[in-house]
């Protein structure tokens, strides 16, 4: 009697058909009545998202053209607004769409923090640009001493600096390395002092040393005379009597004065003849007796 009772089951369930599934015009229609207005709504949010995003980004742009700043600075700000505006709207058009936006989110933060552990070195050298091109501690154009290399600036980018040395060598700096160590900026005043020190002999006369190395110092074109130069006596060192020429110059002269300079004080101490001493030692022996 079960089994009569199995039998009738199944053939009272519905069988599968081959026959294809109809979509009806009325059901289109109401589709299209119930999901147009979401989908105009959206694509309008878009739409409208990018008119704004345009239009805020340039006057950003605009603006911090005006107060000189940076260049690539400004293209970055302006294209971080562009897009993030564009994000906005985005979301914006999903939640009229009827998608949650929670587990979307979700997911975005997920992969934004997989990314921020793969591209942690690339992202640290990107804030360390942006840090570079808002507080400016250089400028394109300026003579730099960063991680222990010395070159102009060439171009300062976002992850890296372009550097060109002395003997044209492109040496091409992280921002990150850059920014997390001390930076000089050899050229960054207008006027430089230069220094050039020189050691006589001990006869020599103090005040006619002086006297010397002032003529020197007068017979270099380029020194400046505000502020002024110094002859300083530096110490009474092991095998000469040091001193130390000090002058001012304009930054761009400083190599070609500090070259001149060095010429003259060795003609003019040869002039007055006076010597300049090689370091040397005196050993004194002395002759014991034995019993």
């Known amino acids: 009697m079960h089994h009569y009772n199995l039998i009738a089951q199944a053939a009272e369930e519905p069988q599968p058909t081959d026959e294809p599934f109809n979509i009806s015009p009325e059901m289109i229609q109401q589709l299209a009545l119930d999901y147009a207005p979401k989908i105009l709504g959206a694509l309008a949010i878009i739409i409208i998202t990018l008119l704004v995003a345009g239009i805020v980004a340039g006057v950003v742009r605009s603006t911090m053209r005006r107060a000189n700043t940076d260049e690539t600075l400004t293209r970055f700000i302006g294209k971080m607004i562009w897009w993030g505006l564009l994000l906005l709207g985005a979301l914006t ?5 009827g998608v949650q ?3 979307f989110a979700a997911v975005l933060a997920a992969m934004g923090f997989a990314i921020g ?3 942690q070195g690339t992202l640290g050298n990107l804030a360390s640009g942006v840090m570079l091109l808002v507080f400016r501690p250089f400028k394109v154009g300026d003579v730099v001493n960063v991680s222990g290399t010395t070159g102009k600036v060439f171009e300062i980018d976002l992850f890296t600096t372009l550097l060109d040395t002395p003997d044209n060598r492109r040496i091409i700096v992280p921002n990150g390395t850059i920014f997390g160590s001390t930076i000089e900026n050899i050229t960054h005043h207008p006027t430089r002092r230069c220094d050039v020190s020189v050691g006589t002999e001990y006869p020599a006369d103090l005040d006619k040393v002086r006297e010397t190395l ?5 017979s270099v074109d380029g020194v ?3 502020p002024a130069h ?3 006596l530096l110490e009474l060192g092991d095998s000469s009597i040091n001193w130390a020429v000090r002058v001012w110059v304009n930054t761009p002269d400083f190599w070609a004065v500090r070259e001149k ?3 003259a004080v060795k003609v003019e101490l040869d002039n007055a003849g006076i010597g300049i001493p090689y ?6 022996l002395f002759k014991q007796d034995t019993p």
């Open 93 to 97: 058009s999903l939640t009229v769409l």
């Open 101 to 103: 936006i929670t587990a």
């Open 117 to 119: 552990l793969a591209f």
């Open 214 to 218: 002032e003529k020197a110092v007068a």
């Open 224 to 226: 400046l005379t505000d």
């Open 230 to 232: 110094q002859i300083y």
């Open 261 to 263: 300079l060095t010429r």
């Open 279 to 284: 370091p040397q030692m005196d050993v004194h």
